[in-house]
C-alpha cells in the first residue's frame, strides 16, 4: 500500500509580469520546431500568442499554430493536432490558453509522439513513446492545469469527461503571468474562480492533505475567496483581482495535484456534459452541500478554514449562492438515476475523498436538491 503521505510535485514555473518575455530562452531546451495549440480567440485577445510569437521569433524557434482547441477538449480534436504536430516534426508542443488549452497539449503530446494511437487508446495509458515534452501560458485564473499531471478529455464517443494522469503528464515549462488573464469576460472570471476554490477547499478536507501541501491551501485560498467576494460585491476587475485569482488558482492547482478532487467534480461533470455549465460554475454548484456535510464530518477541519477565511459556512455558502447560474436548472429522480452510471471512477476516489464518504445513492439524491 502506497504511502498517502507523499508529494510529487515536479513543475518548472516562472512565475510573474513578463515570465514568458523575460525567460523564453528556456524554451531552446524542448526543441527548434513546436507547435502552438490555442482555442479560437482568446490566446490573442490575452496577448499571449503575440508575445509567444515575438520571443519563438528572437530565439530562433520555428512554429505552427493549430487553433481548434474547443472547451471541454475533445479526443478526437487532440488526436489531429497529434497528428498535424507529427507531420511538422515539432520537438514540443506549446499550449497557451485556458485549462481546455492547457489539458489538450498534454494528449496532443501523446498522440504526436504515437501518431498510430487511436483517440481512445490514450486512456490504455501505455504508449510505445514517450510524449513530446510541453511548455504552457495559462489564460484563465482557474484549473491550476498549468501544474498538475492531470488532461481532462472528452471522449466523443459518450459524451463522457474522463481524465488521465500521471508523471508523463505535467509540462516541462511553464510560464505564469497573470495579466494574460486580463481579458476574461466577466462570467469566465467567476466561473474559473470557483474552480480554483472548489479545488482548494475539496484538498483542504482530502485524506491526502499534508503539510507541505496546505501551505499551497494556507496562501491560495485568502487570495481567491477574497477575489470571490470582490465578484458577489460587484466590484470592477482591477489588476490586485487578476493577480490575486490568478496565482490564488496556481497554489489551488499544487493542492489538488497531490490531493485529487472529491465529489462535487464528477457531480459538476453531469452539470457540463448534459447541460452545458461551465466548469467551474459546475462544480461549485455542489459547494454548498459539501460545506454541510464539513460541518457534519470534519467539524475541526471546517473551523480552521473558516478562521483563514474570516467568514463562517454561511457567509461562505452565501457567496457562493450569489455567484452560482445553475439556480434554474431542474434534475429529475429518473434523471439523477441514469447519471448514476457514470460513477464508477468517482467512487472509490472523488466520494470516498469527501468529509464522511458519499454513496452513489447520496449523489443521486444532491443531484435533485442542490441544483433545483
Ligand atoms: P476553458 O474551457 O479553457 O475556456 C473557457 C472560455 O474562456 C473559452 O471560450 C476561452 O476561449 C475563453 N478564454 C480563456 N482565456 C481567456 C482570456 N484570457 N480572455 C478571453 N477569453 C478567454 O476554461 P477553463 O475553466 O480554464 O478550463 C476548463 C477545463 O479544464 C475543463 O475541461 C476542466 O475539466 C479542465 N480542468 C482541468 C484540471 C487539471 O488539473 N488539468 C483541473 C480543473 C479543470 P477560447 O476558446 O478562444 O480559448
Ligand atoms: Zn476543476
Redesign the pocket.
Known amino acids: 500500500m502506497r504511502d498517502l503521505n507523499n508529494t510529487h510535485m515536479p513543475e518548472n514555473v516562472f512565475w510573474g509580469k513578463d515570465a514568458l518575455l523575460k525567460n523564453a530562452v528556456e524554451l531552446l531546451s524542448l526543441g527548434n520546431k513546436c507547435l502552438i495549440l490555442?482555442?479560437?480567440?482568446?490566446?490573442r485577445?490575452?496577448g499571449a500568442l503575440d508575445d509567444a510569437e515575438k520571443v519563438l521569433k528572437e530565439i530562433g524557434v520555428e512554429y505552427e499554430i493549430f487553433s481548434k482547441?474547443?472547451?471541454?477538449?475533445l479526443l478526437s480534436v487532440c488526436h489531429e493536432a497529434g497528428k498535424t504536430a507529427n507531420e511538422i516534426n515539432a520537438d514540443f508542443i506549446f499550449g497557451i490558453?485556458?485549462?481546455?488549452?492547457?489539458?489538450a497539449a498534454k494528449a496532443v503530446a501523446i498522440y504526436a509522439a504515437n501518431p498510430d494511437l487511436k483517440p481512445e487508446d490514450i486512456y490504455i495509458r501505455t504508449y510505445k513513446y514517450s510524449p513530446l515534452p510541453v511548455a504552457l501560458v495559462?489564460?484563465?485564473s482557474?484549473?491550476?492545469?498549468e501544474v498538475?499531471g492531470?488532461?481532462?478529455l472528452?471522449n466523443d464517443a459518450t459524451g463522457r469527461?474522463k481524465?488521465i494522469s500521471g508523471v508523463d503528464c505535467y509540462a516541462k515549462l511553464v510560464f505564469a503571468d497573470h495579466r494574460?488573464?486580463?481579458?476574461?469576460?466577466r462570467s469566465?472570471a467567476i466561473?474559473?474562480g470557483l474552480?480554483a476554490f472548489s479545488?482548494a477547499v475539496e484538498g483542504w478536507f482530502a485524506p491526502k492533505m499534508q503539510e507541505s501541501v496546505k501551505i499551497f491551501a494556507i496562501k491560495g485560498l485568502p487570495l481567491i475567496w477574497s477575489g470571490l467576494c470582490s465578484f458577489a460585491n460587484g466590484d470592477d476587475c482591477d489588476e490586485n483581482l487578476i493577480e490575486s485569482m490568478y496565482y490564488g488558482s496556481l497554489y489551488a492547482?499544487l493542492v489538488?495535484?497531490t490531493c485529487g478532487t472529491a465529489f462535487p467534480h464528477p457531480l459538476g461533470y453531469v452539470l457540463?456534459e448534459n447541460y452545458g455549465v461551465?466548469?467551474?460554475q459546475a462544480c461549485a454548484a455542489f459547494l454548498p452541500a459539501f460545506f454541510e456535510r464539513a460541518s457534519v464530518y470534519a467539524p475541526e477541519k471546517l473551523y480552521e478554514l473558516e478562521k483563514l477565511l474570516d467568514s463562517d459556512k454561511d457567509e461562505i455558502i452565501r457567496v457562493l449562492k450569489a455567484l452560482s447560474v445553475t439556480k434554474d436548472i431542474i434534475i429529475s429522480a429518473e434523471q439523477a438515476k441514469k447519471f448514476a452510471e457514470r460513477w464508477e471512477d468517482a467512487i472509490p476516489k472523488n466520494f470516498a475523498a469527501s468529509p464522511g464518504g458519499l454513496t452513489p445513492e447520496e449523489a443521486a439524491r444532491l443531484l435533485v436538491l442542490n441544483i433545483s
Open positions: 490555442t482555442g479560437g480567440s482568446s490566446a485577445l490575452s482547441v474547443g472547451p471541454n477538449p490558453g485556458g485549462g481546455s488549452v492547457l489539458d495559462g489564460t484563465t482557474g484549473t491550476g492545469s498538475t492531470v488532461s481532462v472528452t469527461k481524465s494574460y488573464t486580463a481579458s476574461m469576460p469566465v466561473s474559473t474552480d479545488h492547482g489538488i495535484n457540463t461551465p466548469h467551474g
